[in-house]
Every structure is written in structure tokens, then in C-alpha cells.
């Protein structure tokens, strides 16, 4: 059972423009939404993470919106750079006793210069 | 600061092998988790240790293995390797214990298992 869902699988964004990453999750007691970047032959990195009691969380030109009722919660780099090329991974946890990190399939991020 | 390493890089294996990965964790790091990233796939959790106890297990059978040293440093072991066994095992290191939730994982590069 695939309990985070991410899409699209792929994305080609022109240079300045807006890169928009969404997931879905089914787990009602997830409560940490971290998203990864992951660039070729290297382990992901946190980019930025959010807990459902904000809305939205922006660090630079990366922006996280969260959607409680709907279970869903989105990426949004804005001005995005052929540097951001990467793939990127949405997560769910718990934060509440032990939990694990739940990923979803990627996406695959190409800015155009 | 050292970040995450994992030995070896690339790793060729043929089906019903045995197999040991390494993990060193960043300094000041007492918590290991493993993953194995698929092609084309997220990162799946395989257990965690802390302390040198496994703190818990994703859905992996028990030929999947691990350790952890007294220096925090991880082994994975994976026993009679099956063809579905090739992927990118990753180490991630961090220092919240049994919240891992609640801490930021550092992944390491990885190491690439093909398993023929």
C-alpha cells in the first residue's frame, strides 16, 4: 500500500519559472511533511519540512502548503534555476512514539536554461 | 564535520550471495536508519538502530540484518540475495534516538548493489 502518493513523475520547467510538486497521503496520524532533494550518485537531503499547524512554510525560494482536510501538501520553487535539477521526494511521518519516514516515488525535476 | 560515508560505491553480487554494507555516521550521530531506493523509487525503511539495538523494522524479511558498533558505525547484511535485491541502499544518521521523526536525517551517497 502506497501511502504517499507524489506527482508528476517528471517535470521540465523553463529557467524563472514556477516548479510545482504535489503529494497525497492516506495516513491520518501523519504529522511531519519533510520534502528531499536528491541529485545523481548522492543521498537525498532535507530541503525544507512542515507540521500540520501552519498552512504554508517558506525557507528562500522554496515554499511548502499543506492542506490538512484534503491530505495533501505541495512544493513550490519559485524562480526555479538549472541548479535545482534534481529529484525530489515528499515524506509523511509520525512525530508521537517511534516512527519511520514514508516516501513517495519521486520526481524528476529539469530546468531549462 | 564528517558527514554520512558508506562503503563500497558499486557492489556486483550473484543471486544467493551474501553481502555486507558499511555505514560511519556523522559525528555526533548514535542513530542509523537504512533504506533501499529502487530504480525509479523512493527510499523504503529497512530498521533502524540506536544504541546498538534495533529499534525498529520496515516490511523487509529477516534475511535482512543489520548491526551497529559502539562508535555508531552500520552494518546491512543481506543473506541468499535475490534479483529483486539490486538497488541503492542508503544510511541515513541522526541524532534523535527513538523520535527519528522529530530529527533530520543525513543521508549518505549510498552504495549500488546489482545483484546478477
Known amino acids: 500500500q502506497q501511502q504517499v502518493k507524489q506527482s508528476p513523475q517528471s517535470l521540465i520547467v523553463q529557467k524563472g519559472g514556477i516548479s510545482i510538486i504535489n503529494c497525497a497521503y492516506e495516513?491520518?496520524?501523519?504529522?511531519?511533511f519533510p520534502w528531499y532533494q536528491q541529485f545523481p550518485g548522492k543521498g537525498p537531503a532535507l530541503l525544507i519540512a512542515?507540521?500540520?499547524?501552519?498552512s504554508e512554510k517558506k525557507e528562500g525560494r522554496f515554499t511548502i502548503s499543506f492542506n490538512k482536510s484534503a491530505k495533501q501538501f505541495s512544493l513550490h520553487i519559485m524562480d526555479s534555476q538549472p541548479g535545482d535539477s534534481a529529484t525530489y521526494f515528499c515524506?509523511?511521518?509520525?512525530?508521537?512514539?517511534?516512527?519511520?519516514?514514508?516516501f513517495g516515488k519521486g520526481t524528476m525535476l529539469l530546468v531549462s536554461p | 564535520e564528517t558527514g554520512v560515508t558508506q562503503s563500497p560505491t558499486h557492489l556486483i553480487k550473484t543471486r544467493g550471495q551474501q553481502v555486507t554494507l558499511r555505514c560511519s555516521s556523522q559525528s555526533g550521530h548514535n542513530t542509523v536508519s537504512w533504506y533501499q531506493q529502487a530504480l525509479g523509487q523512493g527510499p523504503q525503511f529497512i530498521f533502524q538502530?540506536?544504541?546498538?539495538?534495533?529499534?525498529g523494522r520496515g516490511n523487509f524479511p529477516p534475511r535482512f540484518s543489520g548491526l551497529q558498533f559502539p562508535n555508531y558505525s552500520s552494518e546491512l547484511n543481506v543473506n541468499a540475495l535475490e534479483l529483486d535485491d539490486s538497488a541503492l541502499y542508503l544510511c541515513?544518521?541522526?541524532?534523535?534516538?527513538?523520535?527519528?521523526?522529530?530529527?533530520?536525517?543525513?543521508f549518505g551517497p549510498g552504495t549500488r548493489l546489482t545483484v546478477l
Open positions: 495516513n491520518t496520524a501523519f504529522d511531519y
Open positions: 538502530y540506536y544504541r546498538e539495538e534495533e529499534n
Open positions: 541515513a544518521s541522526s541524532s534523535g534516538g527513538a523520535r527519528i521523526s522529530t530529527d533530520t536525517q543525513y
Open positions: 515524506a509523511a511521518s509520525r512525530t508521537s512514539g517511534y516512527s519511520t519516514l514514508t
Open positions: 512542515i507540521r500540520p499547524d501552519v
